[in-house]
């Protein structure tokens, strides 16, 4: 979290700006693979901290830092373990694992 008056002068992206239904971003791309979602309130996040944790970090990211950045996040319908594995195939983790 950042107060306000720390985003003067910055861009911001939304959810509604990583993509479109006809070209989703890679990270909405793996929520929708991975059917992460049951209502669909808690995605907000999920996606954004996920892409906020590719973005900034991480080439090298695993299941540890995937949990840390969802921390925040939570997710009333339990579909922790679909989140999970979204965020985990959007990182490019999923399919070395299966490998
Ligand atoms: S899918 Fe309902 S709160 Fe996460």
Known sequence: MIPIEGCAGRDIVTLE???SRQRPDPVQAAF???QAAQCGYCLN???MSTKALLLLAVASSGEAEVIEALRYNLCRCGAHIEIM???MRAAGHLAEAQD
Request: glycine share 24%; net charge negative; aromatic share 0%.
């Open 17 to 19: 700006g990583l993509g």
């Open 32 to 34: 929708i693979e991975e």
């Open 45 to 47: 996040g999920m996606i």
């Open 85 to 87: 594995r979204a965020a």
